[in-house]
């Protein structure tokens, strides 16, 4: 008998300040249609000042936690991907843990940048499928408006902030018949990382090199190219190891940095944009937040159903990416 780790539940969080396209118009020289054109971003949210990636994080893990049937006593870890904690120690998770009055297990942070939650939810089914841990909280969560020169047009309109959880439990895998794909749970995930393009997306500064957080730098048109070509790699992948087709697979749920890389991995699998989770119209780029933020949307507006199979992939900073393959 094998464990599979099961989506339990889902939860979001969106701070209260809508930011559009039109206010940017007042900050910087752009356009809506300039960022409509090359995003398809048309509005995004903006924690408040005193608003920290905690604070959300715990919002969108209280959501969770509500819709799972479970107690804070059932929770034995806290795994949270962040590129944007509190501070710079100790980790979100452990805020988290401690606000939502979890009292034992494992609690950190993750950090690959947009890949985060795909990285955590990896690591999370590893700790579950090994044995080490029954029910973990996975939230991605990001304040990347801390981490924006305001005043630079190139990155300003991209970034947003928000967090999103889900919980994942274990499962003993004995309701699958011959296919054990048919089998709910995380089936397979897959991470990469190419450390000799870190500079193509950064920030200018960090605790032991300037002392300062510093802002995101981007080299907007390379990025792009390898997110283009490291997603169609890694869903290709995702389809060889399961041994399946796109025909398979009921929803593609993507990073949402940018639509016209979200429609070239629809395209490359041959899929129907209504068949694709697309939010980065109303969320903008919220980095690892991104995924769980558009699965929680699209789970309670019924689009997202049980024992629908998804396609999770997600291609940032390092650069890292990765992909996952979940029967909802
Ligand atoms: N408004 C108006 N004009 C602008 C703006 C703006 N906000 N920003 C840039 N421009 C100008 C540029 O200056 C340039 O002008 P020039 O031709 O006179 O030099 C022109 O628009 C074209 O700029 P490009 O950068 O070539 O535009 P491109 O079509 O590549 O689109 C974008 C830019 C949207 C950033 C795109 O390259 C992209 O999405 N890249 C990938 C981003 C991404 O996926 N990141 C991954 C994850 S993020 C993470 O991990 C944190």
Same mark, same amino acid.
Request: hydrophobic share 40%.
């Given at each position: 008998?094998?464990?599979?780790?099961?989506?339990?539940?889902?939860?979001?969080?969106?701070?209260?300040?809508?930011?559009?396209?039109?206010?940017?118009?007042?900050?910087?020289?752009?356009?809506?249609?300039?960022?409509?054109?090359?995003?398809?971003?048309?509005?995004?949210?903006?924690?408040?000042?005193?608003?920290?990636?905690?604070?959300?994080?715990?919002?969108?893990?209280?959501?969770?936690?509500?819709?799972?049937?479970?107690?804070?006593?059932?929770?034995?870890?806290?795994?949270?991907?962040?590129?944007?904690?509190?501070?710079?120690?100790?980790?979100?998770?452990?805020?988290?843990?401690?606000?939502?009055?979890?009292?034992?297990?494992?609690?950190?942070?993750?950090?690959?940048?947009?890949?985060?939650?795909?990285?955590?939810?990896?690591?999370?089914?590893?700790?579950?499928?090994?044995?080490?841990?029954?029910?973990?909280?996975?939230?991605?969560?990001?304040?990347?408006?801390?981490?924006?020169?305001?005043?630079?047009?190139?990155?300003?309109?991209?970034?947003?902030?928000?967090?999103?959880?889900?919980?994942?439990?274990?499962?003993?895998?004995?309701?699958?018949?011959?296919?054990?794909?048919?089998?709910?749970?995380?089936?397979?995930?897959?991470?990469?990382?190419?450390?000799?393009?870190?500079?193509?997306?950064?920030?200018?500064?960090?605790?032991?090199?300037?002392?300062?957080?510093?802002?995101?730098?981007?080299?907007?048109?390379?990025?792009? /190219?390898?997110?283009?070509?490291? $997603?169609?790699? @890694? =869903?290709?992948? +995702?389809?060889? %190891?399961? !041994?399946?087709?796109?025909?398979?697979?009921?929803?593609?749920?993507?990073?949402?940095?940018?639509?016209?890389?979200?429609?070239?991995?629809? /395209?490359?699998?041959?899929?129907? $944009?209504?068949? @694709? =989770?697309?939010? +980065?119209?109303? %969320?903008? !780029?919220?980095?690892?937040?991104?995924?769980?933020?558009?699965?929680?949307?699209?789970?309670?507006?019924?689009?997202?159903?049980?024992?629908?199979?998804?396609?999770?992939?997600? $291609?940032?900073?390092?650069?890292?990416?990765?992909?996952?393959?979940?029967?909802?």
């Amino acid at each position: 008998m094998s464990i599979n780790s099961i989506i339990l539940s889902t939860g979001s969080y969106l701070p209260t300040k809508i930011l559009t396209n039109a206010d940017l118009e007042k900050m910087v020289d752009t356009s809506d249609e300039w960022i409509t054109q090359r995003s398809g971003i048309k509005q995004r949210h903006i924690a408040a000042d005193n608003e920290t990636t905690g604070d959300m994080a715990i919002a969108a893990a209280q959501n969770a936690l509500k819709d799972s049937g479970l107690t804070p006593d059932d929770i034995d870890g806290v795994i949270v991907a962040t590129t944007t904690p509190d501070r710079t120690f100790p980790s979100v998770a452990v805020k988290v843990q401690a606000e939502l009055g979890i009292k034992t297990g494992l609690a950190f942070d993750v950090q690959a940048v947009c890949t985060g939650f795909v990285y955590a939810l990896s690591v999370a089914d590893n700790f579950i499928k090994l044995g080490q841990a029954k029910n973990i909280l996975v939230i991605g969560a990001e304040k990347m408006s801390s981490l924006l020169d305001w005043t630079d047009r190139t990155t300003c309109v991209l970034f947003a902030d928000g967090a999103g959880a889900v919980i994942l439990q274990a499962k003993e895998n004995n309701d699958v018949k011959e296919n054990k794909l048919d089998g709910q749970g995380i089936h397979s995930t897959h991470l990469y990382a190419n450390g000799k393009q870190r500079d193509m997306l950064q920030t200018s500064g960090g605790v032991s090199t300037t002392g300062e957080r510093g802002v995101i730098e981007m080299q907007g048109r390379e990025v792009f /190219k390898y997110a283009v070509q490291y $997603m169609a790699d @890694v =869903v290709g992948e +995702v389809l060889t %190891h399961n !041994n399946i087709t796109p025909e398979d697979i009921d929803w593609l749920v993507p990073h949402q940095a940018n639509i016209r890389i979200i429609e070239s991995t629809a /395209k490359k699998l041959n899929m129907d $944009m209504d068949q @694709v =989770v697309a939010t +980065v119209d109303h %969320h903008g !780029n919220t980095s690892a937040a991104s995924i769980p933020l558009a699965l929680d949307e699209a789970v309670r507006s019924g689009k997202i159903k049980r024992g629908q199979m998804l396609l999770i992939e997600a $291609m940032g900073g390092g650069l890292t990416w990765g992909a996952a393959l979940v029967r909802f």
